[in-house]
């Protein structure tokens, strides 16, 4: 049987049957680049908590390509490509600025710009949900943290693109390539300047607490801080936009639900959990085995590059019954979007209460949505999967 190709456009649009067929033989091979699928929520933990069998330092190989070099793609060198104790130390250094006190600073500002997004939405006959809601309120809250002036805010969601569409394993055209290598050196020297009017000028943001981190004496870097702040602007956006996006799109196709929440706004939250369960914004995160390891009954040579299936794993029915079903009373969470172990992201606090927040806003005001015909284009990514646009028509409440 042929390979499945996790960049297809079929698995795109749907990834469920893939990941049934896969789960059937829980360790296969996979299209691009032959990595190997570990697709039972099981085995998945496994790996994701055990670090000296399957490395992290593969995310810095599998987004640094030959041809970025003497550019360099910051986000492989971020928390996502370290492994203990390295991974410890940064962890330290920048939880030492990404407080829950940062975090809950951006309350007000953040129900604020929800509640305008959502009056904007019902005043025009219809819009693309990700450029009208979904992009500009997770955009605003990272123009927050970093500190980053309004009007550079539309230029994140871009550089962000550009960062996650980076795939080792994939031929880019020579214009690509130069065009990659571009954008990548602006950002990276677009931080370089905020860095520096930080150490001048500190402020209340998250980037002047992140320049005067220090733990036991040591004091993060300037490759440091921007390795961060690149994980932190894809992941704050990315995850967010995805999220949004395909929370109204299963209310629009799943009307009754959203009526039973807005009912019962209590449950917002399990909502958002089972959203981010059945379409996780994370689909796969990579890594590399260490040394032959045996996995559902697999032997893994030393050195293989291996793919952690969190899409699938979120939807194994041997940990979640009716797993393919949006369940708002489901009592286990024990989805894997935001990660596991050692490798739980910092900023899944953020990024449920931007989604908490942002569809208390939209569904106080909106009764119902309803998608516009035509088929969905998904974005380009290996790892992250969400709609590019999101056309729908918002039924007033």
Not at 243 to 256: F, I, N, Q, W
Not at 366 to 392: D, H, M, T
């Amino acid at each position: 049987m042929k390979p499945i190709d996790v960049m297809s456009p079929e698995f795109r649009a749907d990834p469920a049957p893939f990941y049934a067929r896969l789960r059937s033989e829980p360790i296969q091979q996979v299209e691009p680049g032959g990595l190997w699928a570990i697709s039972r929520h099981e085995d998945v933990q496994f790996a994701f908590k055990n670090p000296k069998l399957f490395t992290s330092t593969f995310v810095q190989q599998a987004s640094n390509p030959e041809w970025l070099e003497g550019v360099g793609n910051p986000l492989g060198y971020s928390l996502l490509g370290l492994d203990p104790p390295q991974h410890t130390q940064m962890r330290a250094l920048v939880s030492h600025a990404f407080t829950h006190k940062t975090i809950a600073r951006l309350e007000a500002g953040i129900r604020r710009v929800a509640g305008e997004l959502a009056e904007n939405i019902l005043r025009q006959k219809e819009v693309d949900f990700v450029q009208a809601f979904a992009l500009p309120l997770p955009a605003f809250v990272i123009g927050e943290l970093l500190g980053f002036a309004p009007e550079l805010r539309p230029r994140l969601k871009q550089w962000s693109d550009d960062i996650v569409s980076i795939v080792s394993v994939v031929q880019e055209p020579p214009e690509r390539i130069a065009y990659l290598r571009r954008t990548l050196s602006e950002f990276q020297d677009f931080l370089r300047e905020v860095i520096a009017d930080r150490r001048a000028r500190p402020r209340e943001d998250l980037m002047s607490d992140l320049v005067r981190a220090e733990v036991e004496g040591r004091s993060i870097t300037e490759s440091e801080v921007i390795a961060f702040g690149t994980a932190l602007l894809v992941g704050g956006l990315e995850t967010t936009i995805h999220l949004l996006s395909h929370t109204v799109r299963r209310m629009a196709l799943a009307p009754e639900v959203l009526a039973r929440v807005r009912a019962e706004p209590a449950l917002l939250p399990a909502l958002v959990e089972e959203v981010l369960r059945l379409d996780s914004p994370l689909q796969l995160t990579v890594r590399l085995t260490t040394q032959e390891v045996e996995l559902g009954g697999v032997k893994l040579p030393a050195y293989a590059p291996v793919a952690l299936m969190v899409g699938s794993a979120n939807r194994d029915e041997r940990v979640f019954e009716r797993a393919d079903e949006l369940v708002l009373e489901r009592r286990t969470q024990q989805h894997i979007s935001f990660g596991y172990g050692v490798h739980f992201c910092l900023g899944a606090p953020l990024a449920r209460m931007e989604a908490r927040i942002g569809l208390e806003e939209l569904f106080s005001r909106c009764q119902g949505f309803v998608l516009a015909p035509g088929e969905l284009k998904w974005n380009y990514s290996i790892g992250l999967r969400g709609p590019v646009a999101l056309p729908i028509r918002a039924i007033p409440a």
